[in-house]
């Protein structure tokens, strides 16, 4: 049954991020040949429109505003009820990002609709979307289905592909005016904590470091070889809370939840807690001096030895490869 749907795309330092992509062929799939709009929030982005008409949606409302510069809940939230209020959508799908799991229980909330969270799969079942999700810290997965009412939905990254992006697509780009009313946040000056590069949530390849790198230096190792490959730094909570790294790089259950294409496990000894934010990663590979480290459980690849001795010479190794 075909289903119009609405994908909200996510605008950081002017760039949508890759999550969007995936959203819209989440959003083609829930639309079963239905229209698929796409939604973009900020403070002049009417230039993006275009990549998300590139990566299937069919066209794109912008809204632009001072008060969308920067995330806010009151501001997106007041924006996108506007931008359901004239398209009367049937479904919306989210990112599941710090924006997606603020906006989408209170929007599904306003419009009394059912939402399914953290989603890693859809299909069509007779004619209505299943959604899988992953319970119980990733050990168990779960079917889920709305049965009336506005469907809501946000995707974990790097689980569902993108489409291949077509830039000879065409489509609508319209612009929406919104009233914001009564903002009880204001964003006077944003201080970035990290030095940017890959986005720990939607990289490809991470290396994260636990406890045993010992100390911020022993984490420098590790920063060489996530550039090397493209990817970025995460952490234990072990290494965080001894204050070797800061805790936006924390995975696990009470950090960031990572399902990467390569993940490196480097001195972590594989609690329950940090399985819980990894353990669905494509391919996992531990480096940990000893051998009956419960990481090694779900590591597809192990390495027994001193990190110390390890890091160094794969990142050798590496750059041999690519002279
Ligand atoms: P450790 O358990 O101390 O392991 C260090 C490992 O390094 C060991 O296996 C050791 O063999 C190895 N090692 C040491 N030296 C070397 C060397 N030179 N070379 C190679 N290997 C070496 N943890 C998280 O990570 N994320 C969470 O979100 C999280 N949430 C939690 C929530 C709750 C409610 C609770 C109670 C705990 C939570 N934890 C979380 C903590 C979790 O239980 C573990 O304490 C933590 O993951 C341990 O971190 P670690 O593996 O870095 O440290």
């Not at 991470?206 to 970025?232: H, M, T, W, Y």
Request: aromatic share 4%; charged share 20%.
């Amino acid at each position: 049954m075909a289903r119009k749907v609405i994908v909200v795309g996510e605008v950081r330092s002017g760039e949508l991020r890759n999550v969007s992509f995936e959203a819209v062929a989440a959003g083609k799939v829930v639309a079963d040949g239905g229209e698929v709009v796409g939604v973009l929030l900020g403070e002049s982005v009417t230039d993006l429109a275009n990549q998300l008409i590139h990566y299937g949606v069919d066209r794109v409302v912008v809204v632009n505003h001072p008060e969308l510069k920067s995330f806010t809940t009151d501001a997106h939230q007041q924006a996108l009820l506007q931008v359901f209020d004239l398209e009367n959508p049937e479904a919306v799908i989210l990112g599941h990002t710090a924006l997606g799991k603020d906006v989408s229980p209170r929007l599904a909330m306003k419009l009394n609709a059912g939402l399914i969270s953290d989603v890693i799969s859809i299909e069509i079942q007779g004619d209505e979307p299943v959604f899988t999700r992953p319970i119980y810290s990733g050990k168990a997965f779960e079917k889920k289905k709305i049965n009336e009412g506005v469907l809501f939905a946000t995707i974990r990254p790097n689980n569902i592909a993108s489409l291949a992006k077509d830039e000879t697509r065409c489509g609508d780009v319209s612009t929406l005016t919104v009233d914001l009313k009564n903002l009880r946040t204001i964003i006077k000056e944003i201080v970035q904590k990290s030095t940017g590069g890959v986005d720990l949530t939607e990289a490809k390849v991470v290396i994260a470091g636990g406890r045993g790198v010992k100390s911020s230096e022993g984490f420098k190792p590790l920063q060489d070889l996530a550039n090397l490959l493209g990817g970025a730094v995460g952490a234990s909570r072990g290494a965080c809370d001894a204050d070797y790294c800061d805790y936006s790089l924390q995975i696990g259950q009470t950090g960031k939840v990572v399902t990467p294409d390569l993940y490196f496990a480097v001195g972590i000894s594989g609690a329950i807690q940090h399985l819980a934010g990894m353990s669905n990663s494509k391919t996992i590979v531990a480096i940990n001096k000893d051998p009956e480290a419960p990481i090694f459980e779900v590591a597809d690849y192990g390495i027994v030895g001193d990190l110390f001795e390890v890091v160094p010479l794969l990142i050798e190794e590496l750059k041999a490869v690519h002279s």
